[in-house]
């Protein structure tokens, strides 16, 4: 079921679905409302957000002319944010009553008409410039999670089922930036071919109709591709072999 990942730790939490994906910053807006803690349980930390493999953080945003330079100076003051739970959560902790406000969106333009400051998501923080926002501290930092309710993991089929989903989903992230190479040696020519391959590597190597040939697969960075493959038809040639 597609739903959006500020309501996924609600109905995970409250046994609507069984397990779900979402960011670690709605998991903290759930709990900050809801009081309960423990209910969640993450089996995998993925690491991926919208335009990179890293971490989103939620930031405190004023306007760059402004006189604030941290939390306690916002006392009094309006902050607008979608993550409005976690945002008062993060004012306690740092002994400041701030008047947190829910945004629908567009949050960067409303400082400082209508916001003193803000609590928004960023990757890059090249739409805080572009609005002409300065960043003061980080309220939080989050990526997805996929999470179960402590209900189905009791339960060993849904246990087995999600740690299975678990490991799937890490090699999907895993398998990113990285290709498949596959060629055929030379026996008499195999112990170069080897020593040009990334170090740490341990290639699959499987004999050929033709005793003299072996074919070699493995699974190298992408980024190296194109320093490696030069170097191994380079060798080829001086060795007067081929690779296919």
Not at 38 to 63: C, E, H, M, N
Not at 101 to 107: D, I, Q
Not at 225 to 239: E, F, G, N, T
Request: net charge neutral; glycine share 6%; proline share 3%.
């Amino acid at each position: 079921m597609l739903i959006r990942a500020q309501e996924m730790a609600r109905y995970v939490s409250d046994g609507v679905l069984d397990a779900g994906l979402t960011g670690q910053d709605w998991i903290a807006e759930h709990e900050a409302g809801d009081g309960r803690t423990g209910v969640l349980t993450s089996i995998a930390d993925l690491i991926y957000a919208k335009q990179s493999f890293g971490k989103v953080k939620w930031v405190l945003a004023v306007p760059e002319e402004s006189p604030f330079r941290s939390a306690r100076d916002l006392g009094g003051k309006t902050v607008a944010t979608e993550l409005v739970r976690a945002t008062r959560a993060y004012f306690a902790r740092h002994g400041v009553t701030a008047n947190v406000e829910f945004s629908w969106g567009a949050t960067e333009v409303k400082p400082p008409v209508l916001a003193d400051a803000i609590v928004e998501a960023t990757e890059t923080g090249s739409t805080l410039r572009a609005n002409r926002l300065r960043i003061i501290d980080t309220v939080l930092e989050s990526n997805t999670q996929l999470i179960a309710n402590n209900t189905a993991l009791a339960e060993e089929w849904k246990r087995t089922k999600l740690e299975n989903i678990a490991l799937l989903l890490r090699a999907a992230i895993e398998a990113q930036g990285r290709v498949g190479l596959m060629l055929n040696v030379r026996r008499a020519d195999l112990a170069g071919v080897l020593g040009l391959l990334p170090a740490l590597q341990r290639p699959t190597i499987s004999a050929l109709s033709d005793d003299e040939w072996v074919a070699v697969n493995t699974i190298i960075e992408e980024r190296t591709v194109r320093d490696l493959i030069p170097r191994l038809k380079a060798r080829a040639r001086k060795a007067s072999s081929s690779i296919r």
